[in-house]
């Protein structure tokens, strides 16, 4: 076999892999690094516990209790984290870390939340949006906090 | 002063406070805030927007204000990712002799966090097509994927993935062999 045959047949592999790679991990966006006091995700309907090494989906809420406080690394290295009765919800993420594209818009429903922007905002300026019941955020490389009452 | 505002305004149960942070490593950054057809725009360390029903109205936090506010989110941060570049001997998936010895402070890394997960991104230079590059760096980066694990990284906590010639550490005419391109990155958060 020749080195370019060689080659175009490790790419078809390759290729094969990584639609199974991507298709095992769709629905993985991201991990629960930090959790402490009550920390759960809705998901389904479903009210699970959020602990160390969770990982994420889209559409996921995340709720904290009175004395909770939880911190997340996304897929594309965004941080967030949020402190006591507050309720994040990751209503969209898209993200391919071969070109760094993506879109990421989540909700702060309530409570606090800081937050460390990664790859998705880095590749393009409002590529992620943080939304408040009244404001709109759009990131463009950043670290911030916002707070809902 | 949140609480304060809340007496002030009608309408207290959507007020809310947003302040742009200093970055570590002096990035330009900005958030913008809209609220409706009214937009602010933060972008120096502490520059802060609260929430009005007029609009978002622009003024500046301190640490003060950000410690006791956000301290404990700020708190829950997770630690940031830390990034290792291992190279290649050329057109190969082999490292060279100083790369083999970077390997001991990639375990150190991944041991001292409570639930790592590891990427590992391959990058080349810039000979050759897109499709043949994308290809050599998952190649180099699956073969370095396998390497950890042989050294007890769980398989479920490494990924691999390729970023071909789009990232080019030393920036090259296309076309161009460049020994520092030829890496692969790793990434432990």
């Not at chain 1, 006591?84 to 409570?111: E, M």
């Not at chain 2, 630690?79 to 291992?86: K, V």
């Amino acid at each position: 076999m020749s080195i370019s045959r060689m080659r175009a047949w490790r790419a078809v592999l390759m290729l094969s892999l990584l639609g199974l790679a991507t298709l095992a991990g769709a629905a993985e966006i991201g991990q629960i690094k930090v959790s402490k006091g009550q920390v759960t995700i809705e998901r389904d309907g479903k009210s699970i516990p959020a602990g160390v090494g969770v990982r994420l989906q889209t559409s996921d809420v995340v709720k904290t209790g009175p004395d909770g406080s939880v911190g997340i690394t996304m897929d594309d290295d965004s941080l967030l984290s949020a402190g006591p009765n507050s309720v994040l919800s990751l209503d969209r993420y898209t993200f391919d870390p071969t070109t760094n594209k993506g879109r990421f818009d989540a909700s702060l429903n309530k409570g606090t939340l800081a937050v460390i922007s990664g790859r998705i905002a880095k590749q393009a300026p409002d590529a992620m949006t943080v939304r408040t019941p009244t404001a709109v955020l759009g990131v463009r490389g950043t670290e911030f906090a916002v707070s809902v009452d | 002063m949140t609480l304060i505002a809340c007496a002030i305004l009608a309408a207290c149960a959507s007020s809310g406070t947003v302040v742009l942070l200093p970055e570590k490593d002096g990035r330009p950054a900005a958030v913008s805030v809209k609220q409706g057809d009214k937009e602010v725009v933060l972008d120096k360390p502490y520059a802060a927007a609260k929430a009005t029903p007029l609009g978002p109205r622009p003024y500046t936090s301190s640490t003060e204000e950000v410690r006791s506010q956000f301290g404990s989110a700020l708190s829950a941060q997770p630690s940031r990712a830390t990034s290792f570049t291992l190279y290649f001997v050329e057109g190969k998936d082999e490292f060279t002799e100083e790369s083999k010895k970077a390997v001991d402070q990639i375990l150190a890394e991944i041991a001292q966090r409570p639930v790592p997960d590891v990427l590992v991104v391959g990058h080349t230079d810039a000979v050759g097509s897109d499709q043949s590059n994308d290809a050599l760096g998952q190649q180099r980066a699956e073969a370095v994927r396998a390497a950890l694990i042989r050294l007890g990284i769980p398989a479920g906590d490494v990924r691999a993935i390729s970023r071909g010639k789009r990232q080019l550490a030393v920036p090259t005419a296309d076309g161009v062999a460049e020994p520092h391109n030829r890496r692969v990155e790793i990434i432990v958060r």
